[in-house]
């Protein structure tokens, strides 16, 4: 078994491998980058056939300098590039494959108009509707009309409830495949300490 811990730098993680019959490698990716996903993909098809798992774990907080830069800087992190991700890897993954998109309490759906929260959570969504969405954010965003308009001047939260909204989306369209997401609870790492000292540490 061989597991990538991707990462903007490709630094070494020294990570504990979890059997002898696992080999770690530490490939560089910045999911933001279209470029830099494909090519990641090609040295994934490069050494395998097929890929088992897929876990989307990258994303990025901004929302202490919250403006409209830093809202796309977010939505084309943790929304488009998980997105992209899921896109270049399903064609990859085995039959009985499965992707896990980490998304957050923050994803959460109230504090958004009803018809905001509706439109969440169409059951008949597709990803060019949600992608409508999130360019209305955006250019709420741009204007700063985000209350007046329903949304949440939090980008981090807004793109976590896309991310849920697309795991949907993507799970209806690919019916073979294991696709969902998960909160992994309140984690101390980078971004988890932004809010203060989290009571968990990574892999516990």
């Known amino acids: 078994m061989v597991l990538y811990a991707a990462a903007r730098k490709g630094q070494n993680l ?8 696992m080999t770690l490698k530490y490939p560089k990716l910045d999911i933001a980058d279209r470029s830099s996903i494909d090519s ?13 798992v897929l876990i989307n774990n990258a994303g990025v907080n901004l929302d202490m300098e919250y403006s409209p830069a830093n809202a796309k800087k977010t939505l084309d992190t943790n929304y488009r590039g998980t997105l992209n991700m899921c896109r270049t ?9 499965r992707i896990v998109n980490v998304s957050s309490t923050g994803s959460s759906l109230s504090g958004y108009s009803k ?3 509706e439109r969440f959570r169409n059951p008949k969504m597709t990803l060019q509707d949600l992608e409508q969405m999130m360019n209305e954010y955006q250019e709420a965003a741009n204007n700063g009309t985000e209350s007046r308009n329903g949304w949440k ?5 807004v793109t976590k409830a896309a991310e849920n909204a697309m795991t949907a989306v993507l799970a209806r369209e690919n019916p073979g495949l294991i696709i969902n997401a998960c909160c992994p609870g309140w984690v101390d790492t980078d971004m ?13």
């Open 89 to 97: 890897f399903i064609p990859l993954l085995n039959k009985n494959g």
């Open 40 to 52: 990641f993909a090609k040295a994934i098809q490069k050494d395998h056939t097929k890929v088992d």
């Open 14 to 21: 020294d990570l504990t491998p979890a059997s002898s019959q």
């Open 192 to 204: 988890g300490a932004l809010m203060g000292r989290p009571p968990k540490t990574p892999g516990t």
């Open 153 to 157: 001047s939090q980008a981090y939260g």
């Open 115 to 117: 018809e905001i929260q």
